[in-house]
């Protein structure tokens, strides 16, 4: 299987919840109304360019980012899948959704129910980036932008572990970290921990189920197609 084809199959997509116009000043308080008004009326271009200065710390800042980079990944998903992140359009966009959901992680309460969805809008993203590199992106590129997906998965698995998000992208990293891997031989350790991710994680919600059954068929197809020895548990 090339990589191009696993790239088109680890699509783990989850419900998340251009550059050019003036930047909106949104601070405050009234931040989160505003940019709320602004994705109501799906005026999401006005969200991209919103330029965000919060007073203090908290929840209230943390919306803020968190709306921006939902904009910032709105716009970039509906872009042609044909427009790799060399597209300046494509890579300004993901890159905003990451420092803006990077930036709600680091406002939001460490206790704060919302910081699940901010994990989840990263994970997305970080996986869009990796998927998005095409076929001139040397092995090296697609390991860095790989590496960066598993460790945010594992952020999110530390965080909340409840949540299945952290172990499914968790999963999707080893099994692309696998593809990698020139000799068959070598590719059933990343494999093998991603089949162990997949039995840990917790049930999937409703929307992520029919992603959860794919990933764990790919995986069990990838392990027949290398031959990776069955381990016999005592």
């Not at 994705?39 to 968190?66: F, H, L, M, P």
């Not at 990944?73 to 300004?92: E, F, Y």
């Given at each position: 299987?090339?990589?191009r084809?696993?790239?088109?199959l680890?699509?783990?997509?989850?419900?998340?919840?251009?550059?050019g116009?003036?930047?909106?000043?949104?601070?405050?308080?009234?931040?989160?109304?505003?940019?709320?008004?602004?994705?109501t009326a799906?005026?999401?271009?006005?969200?991209?360019?919103?330029?965000?200065?919060?007073?203090?710390?908290?929840?209230?800042?943390?919306?803020?980012?968190?709306?921006?980079?939902?904009?910032?990944?709105?716009l970039?998903?509906?872009?042609?899948q044909?427009?790799?992140?060399?597209d300046?359009?494509?890579?300004?966009?993901?890159?905003?959704?990451?420092?803006?959901?990077?930036?709600?992680?680091?406002?939001?309460?460490?206790?704060?129910?919302?910081?699940?969805?901010?994990?989840?809008g990263?994970?997305?993203?970080?996986?869009?980036?990796?998927?998005?590199?095409?076929?001139?992106?040397?092995?090296?590129?697609?390991?860095?932008?790989?590496?960066?997906?598993?460790?945010?998965?594992?952020?999110?698995?530390?965080?909340?572990?409840?949540?299945?998000?952290?172990?499914?992208?968790?999963?999707?990293?080893?099994?692309?970290?696998?593809?990698l891997?020139?000799?068959?031989?070598?590719r059933?350790s990343?494999?093998?921990?991603?089949?162990?991710?997949?039995?840990?994680?917790?049930?999937?919600?409703?929307?992520?189920?029919?992603?959860?059954?794919?990933?764990?068929?790919?995986?069990?197809?990838?392990?027949?197609?290398?031959?990776?020895?069955?381990i016999?548990?005592?």
């Amino acid at each position: 299987m090339t990589i191009r084809s696993l790239e088109q199959l680890l699509v783990v997509g989850i419900a998340a919840g251009l550059l050019g116009c003036a930047p909106i000043p949104i601070a405050d308080e009234e931040g989160a109304a505003q940019l709320g008004e602004l994705a109501t009326a799906g005026n999401w271009n006005a969200v991209v360019n919103a330029s965000i200065r919060c007073s203090e710390r908290g929840d209230a800042c943390a919306k803020q980012y968190a709306a921006k980079g939902d904009a910032c990944l709105r716009l970039a998903i509906q872009q042609p899948q044909s427009a790799s992140v060399r597209d300046n359009r494509t890579q300004k966009l993901l890159d905003c959704a990451v420092e803006s959901y990077r930036n709600a992680l680091q406002q939001a309460p460490s206790d704060a129910p919302s910081r699940t969805s901010y994990h989840g809008g990263l994970l997305l993203t970080l996986s869009e980036q990796r998927n998005r590199l095409d076929s001139r992106t040397p092995d090296i590129q697609r390991e860095r932008n790989n590496e960066t997906l598993l460790m945010a998965a594992q952020d999110a698995r530390r965080e909340v572990p409840s949540s299945a998000l952290g172990y499914l992208y968790g999963a999707s990293a080893h099994v692309y970290r696998a593809a990698l891997k020139p000799d068959p031989r070598h590719r059933c350790s990343d494999l093998r921990q991603g089949e162990s991710m997949l039995k840990r994680s917790p049930s999937p919600p409703p929307t992520l189920a029919d992603e959860a059954a794919r990933l764990k068929s790919l995986v069990a197809r990838q392990l027949r197609e290398s031959r990776c020895p069955t381990i016999r548990r005592r």
